[in-house]
């Protein structure tokens, strides 16, 4: 398969220090904190690129898988990871997200700045796969370009923002361009519990958000759902 990031792919990081400063690095790693991850935990990052939230994920200890589709990627990661002074466990696998069936086998999966590069039919289906190989329980994490939740003004700049990188990626690597996605709404609709949002600002604007899920436990949805059942009336 064409490796759209062949050209792009070397200088992905870099850019994205340009257009976002730190605060994109920032989101992807969210998360990834001693109160999220326990050390052997399962975690899958889908769509990795350089790797900045698996070298994170390995550093607090958790047993990280990372699936990419790009070669050129897969390098930039595999030099970040050479770069790195400590031993990381990280396993590597070169692939369509789609064809990873790792099913209830995460207790995170992350998918940081990779939704976004889909038409939304498309993107429906990588979550819904996605949240088939989390856990029970487990936790589901998007770090992307936060949905506009402003004044018109600003909801005008920050989409402008984006338009600005979805062309960039719409030109070089064939990505999708559409409205932001609203990735805490997405969360709801496919029955996660929403536990926690942060926002990181670039040039006074709101514009990346890491949002987290949990996958409900299939037990306490029929709780739930007996417990909304309405009561018989007596006599
Ligand atoms: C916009 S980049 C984001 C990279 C990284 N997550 C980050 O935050 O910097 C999207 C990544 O998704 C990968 N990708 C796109 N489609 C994929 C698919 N179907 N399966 C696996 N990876 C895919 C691309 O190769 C690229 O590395």
Redesign the pocket.
Known sequence: MRD??KYIGPL??FL?SIYGGESIHDC?RAMLTEENVKAGDKILI?????GKDAIRAAELGADVTV????ET?LIKLKQAFEKHPGNLNVNVVH????TFEEYETYDMVIA???LN?FYEDFMEKITDHLIKCTKQGGKFVIGDFAYPNGNPISNTIQKGYWYTAALI?YVTSDNAIHEIYNYTELMKSKGLEVSETKHYRYLGMNCYASVMGTKVVASDLSAETKTEQPEEATA
Do not use: P
Request: net charge negative; aromatic share 20%; hydrophobic share 50%.
């Open positions: 759209k990031y992905y990081d994205s992807k889908a769509g990795a690129g350089h699936v990419d589709l790009s990627m692939a369509d997200i789609l940081n700045f990779f590069v990626f």
